[in-house]
């Protein structure tokens, strides 16, 4: 038995939690890893088998206990939201990297159940560069038993916000092993309760990936149990028919019950895991080049499809124009939707709207209408994304302090600039910014907020063009914080953003910093591709997703090197931080 070292590391929110680590011991000539993710209710003691028999002794090896789990703080079972765990995964490998030495490209990632599912999660919305992915019997679509579960968990959540339900399966139908089902009988740190926003959460959570999976691009191998209780199968076949890797593997295990890496056969698929991991790390690290991907790849043909009009015998086409009828309706009682509808609702003036987040009306009915307009699934991102963009500026902005150099701000496309002046008058130090947009009116919207808030001294609102290279390298005073919002997301063509990231690349000096957003998701695109108008003369809002593989490798193009990442729990908006190159 290799013998672990216990540790805390503190997660993104200040959370300090467990985790074990088994040294290498026969060190070679660089250092890698493996990072194991236990299933729902277990915790990392419970993966000292697996240590052992993946026979791995040039490699450290780590082991968290999640959060609500073993040994780690919370409420058992919970945490405040899908994403806060995937969160907690982004810290726990930066924390590998920066504590022991292991970069995340000498990282294998093996997973199981829930674990395999957060850590897909994780690579699909971060897009780290891990040198594969091992998941074992992902808990993609839970067997429930109970007619129509998952609606009744959703009007359960209406009522309670911290809701339980306990885990109904037994350990003899998670393992034929006599041992393993009496150790977890006995085993007093079970978590055996799991909430259901987590339970409803990953449901959502599993059918966005299999959705999505083609954004996924390590190499995976998939290994599943044959006489699986507690989970489906077909949602891990249809998860690995859509992943992008060139390099994947399925095996599929007969006879097995659900914990497939503790079933008395264990040794086979662990033994599938070894060599696909010693594989994995005897080639060239490689990944595609997504540069072109506003040409090919399936986001293009994905933008392609919703530039077509539907058929005069689609359901969709009928759908979506009663949908523009209702908004139409809804203009005259909503200002929310007036305002869309007059300006676009991807316009300054409509975000501005979407951040104020006060209902408004003609009418209690209109101001009713308005209010569950702004609380779509999209407007919440956009708000949770401004909370993001504000936290990572704040924390960007105090390490540019803390070295020594000014702070000088600039935003390329800020709209009327109300989030960006929000975080500037958080900030305690000194500063200087330039806010920048094409459209007058919002320059004239934002100076009238600059003159409000009493920062004509400080800020400078000014007209000027995003994608134009040569405005952006001429930027005085030199920028060491460079803010992108809400921009790049609007244009499909990656030659613009390129040219607006090589003019910032110019600006900027080494050292300096890029904080960029991303929309790698929406739920909603094909209803805003058909029913809503952007403010370029009124035409339909039709955006390509960028996964945020290539959002990140236009950044890093550019000669920009990603620090840090935040994504709403939906992993529709991603607030990103890059560093530039040089220093």
Known sequence: MRTPIEHRFTSFDGVALFYRHWPATQPGPEQKAVALFHRGHEHSGRMQDVVDKLDLPDFDLFAWDARGHGLSPGDRGYAEHFGVLVKDIDSFVQHINQQHGVPTKQIAIMAQSVGAVLATTWVHDFAPPVRCLVLATPALKVKLYVPLAIPALRFLMLFKKKAFVQSYVKPKLLTHDPVKIESYQQDKLITRAIAVNILVSLFDTANRLIRDAAAVHPPTLMLTSGNDWV?????????????????????????????????????????????????????????????NAHREGYTYQEYQALTQPLSMFSPKRWNFALTRLGLKIGAWFSD??????????????????????????????????????????GWRGIRLRKQHLEQLLAQTMAKVAASGQAVHLVDIAAGHGRYILDALAAFKQPFTAVLRDYSPINVDAGQKLITERGLSDKVHFIQGDAFDQASLANLSPKPTVAVVSGLYELFPDNDMIQRSLAGLAQAIPAGGYLVYTNQPWHPQLEMIARALTSHRDNQPWIMRRRTQLEMDQLVEAAGFEKQDQLIDEWGIFSVSVARRKGA
């Open 231 to 291: 989970v489906h199968q077909q949602p891990q076949w249809a998860l690995f028919d859509g992943l992008a890797s060139k390099i994947k593997e399925k095996h599929l295990f007969p006879g097995f019950f659900h914990d497939t890496l503790n079933e008395k056969d264990n040794h086979l698929p662990i033994g599938k895991a070894r060599e696909f991991i010693l594989r994995a790390f005897s080639q060239p690290q490689s990944s595609p080049s997504l540069l």
């Open 336 to 377: 929310g939707i007036r305002l869309g509808v007059q300006t676009g609702f991807d316009s300054g003036s409509t975000l501005d709207y979407v951040y104020r987040n006060q209902p408004s009306g003609f009418t209690p009915f209109g101001k009713l209408v308005d209010w569950f307009y702004i609380n779509s699934i």
